[in-house]
């Protein structure tokens, strides 16, 4: 599996624009790229999920630039509660894919401030 | 969505004693669950994958007879720490998929060992 660089941490505030890229130079042909989100104490929740170009739920946003050695999470106008760690994952597709184990890496702490 | 239920949320035990925590798929049939561990500011870790029916298989350096896993139906997989020490507290998470969707994690269990 693809080895993903994430910076560690990020603070924000209310309202604005948090973007969290994710390095994965290795990334193979048949990888496709995901982000979890995990608030403390929780398990993961799935994201978004992409292989290239552009992705948008009514959650994020998923930016892939051609060469797909690395994606940018966009997350609009946040608030409080979106401070959590978010995970990105390059693998097999998380969807039309059951039984894949994931592996993660470090993960980038969001701070969302009033 | 599909719900993946842990059960405990928390419990806290003796040192040398066995703690069971349940993994179950509330509204769908798993063949495949997978079991990770979390310490505090760190990532999540695989240690096994639980199928049903089949014995687990285990990461390398996870010890099976430590971590006791049991798939014994489709909506149920148990992980039993056997006779559990303080370095064996940490959030333990479980997550299962089916057909076409992403994974999806339980709540957690924090496991303390006093």
């Known amino acids: 599996l693809a080895k993903t660089t994430q910076p560690i941490s990020m603070d924000s505030y209310e309202g604005q624009e948090v973007n969290i890229t994710c390095s994965h130079n290795?990334?193979?042909?048949?990888?496709?790229i995901t982000w979890y989100q995990q608030f403390p104490s929780q398990g993961p929740r799935f994201i978004i999920q992409?292989?290239?170009t552009k992705v948008t739920n009514e959650v994020a946003s998923l930016f892939i630039p051609a060469d797909r050695k690395s994606s940018t999470l966009s997350l609009p106008r946040v608030s409080l509660s979106d401070t959590a760690v978010y995970y990105c994952?390059?693998?097999?597709?998380?969807?039309?894919?059951?039984?894949?184990?994931?592996?993660f890496g470090g993960g980038t702490r969001v701070l969302v401030k009033p | 969505g599909a719900v993946v239920s842990q059960h405990p949320s928390r419990v806290i035990c003796k040192s040398g004693t066995s703690v069971k925590i349940e993994c179950r798929s509330l509204?769908?049939?798993?063949?495949?669950m997978f079991w990770y561990r979390q310490f505090p500011k760190q990532s999540l870790m695989l240690m096994a994958t639980?199928?049903?029916?089949?014995?687990?298989?285990?990461e390398q350096g996870v010890e099976k007879d430590k971590f006791l896993i049991n798939h014994a139906s489709l909506t149920l997989s148990t992980l039993t720490v056997t006779s559990a020490h303080p370095e064996d507290s940490s959030f333990y998470i479980c997550?299962?998929?089916?057909?076409?969707?992403?994974?999806?994690f339980g709540q957690g269990t924090r496991l303390t060992v006093v």
């Open positions: 997550s299962a998929s089916y057909l076409d969707t992403e994974a999806f």
């Open positions: 290795n990334i193979a042909t048949n990888d496709y």
């Open positions: 992409g292989y290239k």
């Open positions: 994952l390059v693998g097999p597709p998380m969807i039309k894919a059951a039984g894949n184990k994931l592996t």
């Open positions: 509204d769908f049939q798993a063949t495949t």
């Open positions: 639980s199928n049903e029916g089949s014995k687990a298989t285990y």
